[in-house]
């Protein structure tokens, strides 16, 4: 399928005056989201907000329809959440820990899913184990499937793409291992959903958090998670479910809801929810398949470019790797770097060894420049991007 770059490109308002390479942090939001957003907010002062809400109903609906025809599962699946953050906690707050229980998860899994995995050990006894790395990079699966078999983990979790690098983990053949020996499997695929084209019942996840803002091109304060039908029919809930995911039936006693709807919250900002709705939608209708093949070959090609620089180091490891480039610049601090492309109107981000402490710390470094394309972007900004880098490797000599 060939993309219509012209077309998208005057549907994406902020990439007019600026080459945006920061979509891991947040994608420029089509027309269509934002005017989607504009138009029930003027409703809402209209109307009044629970007014509005039952006026567009329907529309509402159609984030668990979107949401799951783009994952390929069915919308009783789907929960809204506000980030991927909350959406990867409340999956977790779902599991009844108890001491000596057993997280298995990998070294270059999200930073808060780090902090909130030393939570759990704090306040219940809960251990956590990192499988090694290969040499190249990545989760090493035949020793990861080897801790799943001699350790019986509660819960297995893989970050499908880390925040700090360009790698991509093989969470579907994780996700196989798992299924074989019958355990609890969460991903994180925040960096994933709207990049590549994601198959739950392929990944064989138990769990799936995500979040609307990065490739999605949602809005901010909204994120997703997706609940498997094995999960439901064994009874998981979030540890403070509400009166959105349960009816209180009698004194003592409440009664969850069959669907991932127990993991939501009563209280929306529906206008968020319909803006990652248009989200999903319009990625459905440019084709996730072409998405996925134009994005990481931008970021591929930026990669190549910038490992032809004197100066640059391309930190990126792993036997996949995706549209998330980092690198850094000798003579550069990363954020002076950062701050300096954003005046020549060229937006990125920063990382911070705090971030991804294993990762870092095999590498060396304290800080990189994340630059990370879009299907939107073109080859000509690619272009550009190295051309200013190049200027300021040779400012810096």
Same mark, same amino acid.
């Given at each position: 399928? /060939?993309?219509?770059?012209?077309?998208?490109?005057?549907?994406?308002?902020?990439?007019?005056?600026?080459? +945006?390479?920061?979509?891991?942090?947040?994608?420029?939001?089509?027309?269509?989201?934002?005017?989607?957003?504009?138009?029930?907010?003027?409703?809402?002062?209209? =109307?009044?907000?629970?007014?509005?809400?039952?006026?567009?109903?329907?529309?509402?609906?159609?984030?668990?329809?979107?949401?799951?025809?783009?994952?390929?599962?069915?919308? &009783?699946? !789907?929960?809204?959440?506000?980030?991927?953050? *909350?959406?990867?906690?409340?999956?977790?707050?779902?599991?009844?820990?108890?001491?000596?229980? =057993? %997280?298995? /998860?990998?070294? *270059?899994?999200? %930073?808060?899913?780090?902090?909130?995995?030393?939570?759990?050990?704090?306040?219940?006894?809960?251990?956590?184990?990192?499988?090694?790395?290969?040499?190249?990079?990545?989760? *090493?699966?035949?020793? =990861?499937?080897?801790?799943?078999?001699?350790?019986?983990?509660?819960?297995? @979790?893989?970050? +499908? !793409? #880390?925040?700090?690098?360009?790698?991509?983990?093989?969470?579907?053949?994780?996700?196989?291992?798992?299924?074989?020996?019958?355990?609890?499997?969460?991903?994180?695929?925040?960096?994933?959903?709207?990049?590549?084209?994601?198959?739950? $019942?392929? =990944?064989?996840?138990?769990?799936?958090?995500?979040?609307?803002?990065?490739?999605?091109?949602? #809005?901010?304060?909204?994120?997703?998670?997706?609940?498997?039908?094995?999960?439901?029919?064994?009874?998981?809930?979030?540890?403070? %479910?509400?009166?959105?995911?349960?009816?209180?039936?009698?004194?003592?006693?409440?009664?969850?809801?069959?669907?991932?709807?127990?993991? $939501? *919250?009563?209280?929306?900002?529906?206008?968020?929810?319909?803006?990652?709705?248009?989200?999903?939608?319009?990625?459905?209708?440019?084709? %996730?398949?072409?998405?996925?093949?134009?994005?990481?070959?931008?970021?591929?090609?930026?990669?190549?470019?910038?490992?032809?620089?004197?100066?640059?180091?391309?930190?990126? &490891?792993? &036997?996949?790797?995706?549209?998330?480039?980092?690198?850094?610049?000798?003579?550069?601090?990363?954020?002076?770097?950062?701050?300096?492309?954003?005046?020549?109107?060229?937006?990125?981000?920063?990382?911070?060894?705090? +971030?991804?402490?294993?990762?870092?710390?095999?590498?060396? @470094?304290?800080?990189?420049?994340?630059?990370?394309?879009?299907?939107?972007? /073109?080859?000509?900004?690619?272009?550009?991007?190295?051309?200013?880098?190049? $200027?300021?490797?040779?400012?810096?000599?």
């Amino acid at each position: 399928m /060939t993309l219509d770059l012209e077309r998208l490109r005057a549907e994406t308002p902020g990439c007019v005056n600026r080459i +945006h390479f920061n979509n891991a942090g947040a994608g420029l939001m089509p027309a269509p989201v934002l005017e989607t957003m504009k138009d029930y907010l003027e409703l809402e002062a209209e =109307l009044g907000g629970y007014e509005a809400a039952d006026a567009r109903a329907e529309a509402i609906q159609e984030f668990y329809a979107a949401t799951a025809q783009l994952l390929g599962c069915q919308a &009783r699946n !789907i929960a809204f959440a506000t980030n991927a953050t *909350d959406a990867f906690a409340r999956a977790l707050s779902s599991i009844p820990f108890v001491r000596g229980d =057993l %997280i298995l /998860t990998t070294r *270059d899994d999200y %930073i808060s899913n780090q902090i909130a995995f030393i939570s759990l050990r704090k306040r219940f006894g809960v251990e956590v184990v990192h499988a090694p790395n290969l040499p190249e990079g990545g989760v *090493d699966v035949d020793e =990861l499937e080897r801790l799943m078999r001699e350790r019986r983990p509660r819960l297995v @979790v893989v970050t +499908h !793409i #880390p925040t700090n690098s360009g790698l991509v983990q093989p969470v579907a053949e994780i996700g196989r291992r798992c299924r074989e020996l019958e355990l609890l499997y969460l991903v994180d695929a925040c960096q994933s959903v709207g990049q590549y084209a994601i198959e739950v $019942e392929r =990944l064989g996840c138990d769990f799936l958090s995500a979040t609307g803002r990065k490739f999605l091109r949602g #809005p901010r304060g909204s994120g997703l998670l997706y609940v498997s039908d094995r999960a439901l029919a064994a009874g998981y809930e979030p540890l403070f %479910i509400d009166m959105r995911g349960a009816r209180w039936v009698g004194f003592e006693q409440y009664e969850q809801v069959e669907t991932a709807a127990r993991y $939501e *919250d009563w209280e929306f900002s529906y206008a968020t929810v319909l803006g990652a709705a248009a989200a999903a939608h319009y990625a459905l209708a440019v084709g %996730i398949d072409a998405i996925a093949e134009r994005t990481p070959a931008l970021g591929s090609a930026l990669r190549d470019r910038l490992a032809e620089l004197d100066g640059v180091r391309v930190l990126d &490891r792993g &036997r996949e790797r995706c549209a998330i480039v980092t690198f850094t610049l000798e003579g550069w601090k990363s954020d002076e770097l950062a701050d300096e492309l954003r005046r020549r109107r060229i937006n990125s981000s920063v990382s911070a060894r705090e +971030h991804a402490l294993y990762d870092f710390t095999d590498k060396g @470094v304290e800080a990189c420049v994340r630059m990370s394309p879009h299907y939107y972007n /073109t080859e000509q900004e690619v272009d550009d991007v190295v051309d200013a880098l190049r $200027e300021l490797a040779g400012a810096s000599s």
